[in-house]
Each structure stands twice: as C-alpha cells, then as structure tokens.
C-alpha cells in the first residue's frame, strides 16, 4: 500500500513479545522506516563505540539506560529522517521518553503487544538473533533452515548476552514499573492500540488489518 501521508507509529510490549518481528513486518509491507532503540544499542556495542562500552554492562543487567541518553540517540535519528514516515520499536520505554518524542513530533498509532509474562520467559531463554539485522529465530518453534546460521547472510547467529534467565527477570520488572506508565499515556491520547496473544503469527494479521484500515483512513484524509 502506498502511503500519501506522512505516518508515524510506535511498537511497543514488554521484551521479547515479538516486537522486533511484528516490526520488521509491518516495515516491508507497509513501506515505513524501522528504527529499533535495541538494534541501534547493540549496533554499538558491536563496533565499540564509547557509547556502546558504556552501555554494555546496563544492557547485560537487564536495566534500561538513562533517559537523557536514550531521547538524544533517537531523536537525532528521528529528526534525520523529517519528512518520512516511520515506526519506532522499543522507545519510548519511558514516561520521561514518551514526553521527549511528543515535544519533537506527534505519534499517530501506538501498537501494544500484549504477550504473558510465563510465554515471555519460555521464549527469550530459546532465541537466537542475527546481530545486525535485528532477525530473530526461536529454537523451539522458528527455527532457521541451517541450524546456527541467518537464512538471508548465512552469517551465524548468537545468543544474546542478556537473554539469560536471570537478566529476563529484571527485564521484565523493569517493563512493569518504567515501562507499562507509558501505556496510559497514551491511552488517555486515544492512540493505543493493544493486540493480546501468544503467538506472533496469530498476532499479526490482526495488526496487518488494523494498519490497512488506520492507513487507508489515513490516505482518504490527503486525497
Ligand atoms: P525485544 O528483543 O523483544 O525487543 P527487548 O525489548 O527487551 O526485547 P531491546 O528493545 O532489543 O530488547 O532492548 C534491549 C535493551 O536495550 C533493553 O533491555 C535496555 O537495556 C536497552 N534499551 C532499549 N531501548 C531502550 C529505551 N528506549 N530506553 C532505555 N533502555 C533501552
Ligand atoms: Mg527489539
């Protein structure tokens, strides 16, 4: 579908409920820019930037980074990319983020995905990840064709660092007291949009039907 306006969405859910996934998705068939705060963390942290250095050990002890650090990074990449539309994946994870966002641009649609804690923990300790595109692969029901390696690269996959049992705990704590505010932020702006579930796959034509229906809205509006 094409768009005609300019378009700005929000994914968010606790870690590990597939945003990354459902992101990536809507990107493709929606023609929209992905712009992920974890893959540009770990992207980094890979090329060991100061940044990435200094961010590492938080990123490893489940803990989020600090706010002002966090709005800087995105919001420079955000402001770069002015007239496109996009779709932020995992910022803002803070009510001091949300804020920051609303003070640079407007947010037309926020996508929660509303995925149980006890599915979370079972999926993240079995995921593999392909570092610099962001894919993610799950031993147990999203395997790739060769095991140990990217379908598209051919390049191998890792585990990880903060996928451990341990860090899933705190990364699920810190969901619920930092992150799960922001949620009634923006449902009191009447932009969120919440998808229950445990399966991505069963998740996502839902959200392919919401997006087709919010864009064609958005498309009638221009014309
Ligand atoms: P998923 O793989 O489902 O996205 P996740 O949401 O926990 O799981 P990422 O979004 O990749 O993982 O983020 C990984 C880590 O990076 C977080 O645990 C946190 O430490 C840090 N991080 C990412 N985005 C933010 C943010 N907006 N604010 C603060 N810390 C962040
Ligand atoms: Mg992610």
């Known amino acids: ?34 712009i992920s705060s974890g893959d540009i963390l770990r992207a980094n942290i890979n090329a060991r930037t100061e940044l990435g250095l200094l961010m590492k050990s938080c990123i490893d002890q489940g803990q989020l ?9 995105i919001l420079s990449d955000l402001r770069a990319t002015d007239q496109s539309s996009w779709l932020l994946d995992g910022f803002p994870r803070t009510v001091t983020q949300a804020e ?15 995925v149980p804690f006890q599915t979370i923990k079972q999926r993240l300790t079995s995921r593999w990840t392909h570092l610099s595109s962001g894919r993610v692969y799950n031993i147990d029901f999203n395997p790739p064709k060769v095991p140990g390696l990217d379908d598209v690269t051919g390049e191998p996959l890792v585990q990880r660092d903060d996928d451990t049992p341990e860090t899933v705990t705190h990364r699920l704590k810190a969901y619920e007291t930092q992150t799960e505010p922001v949620l009634e932020y923006y449902r009191s702006k009447g932009v969120l949009q919440t998808f229950s579930g445990t399966e991505t796959n069963k998740i996502w034509p839902l959200v392919e039907a919401f997006l087709h229906r919010k864009l064609q809205l958005v498309n009638q509006k221009v014309a």
């Open 100 to 114: 920051a966002l609303d003070d640079t641009c407007s947010v037309d649609t926020v996508i929660n995905l509303n």
């Open 65 to 73: 980074i600090p706010d002002d650090v966090m709005s800087r990074l």
């Open 1 to 34: 579908m094409a768009l005609h306006r300019i378009f700005r969405a929000v994914v968010t859910g606790p870690p590990g409920s597939g945003k990354g996934t459902v992101s990536s998705r809507i990107t493709k068939t929606f023609g929209l820019k992905h």
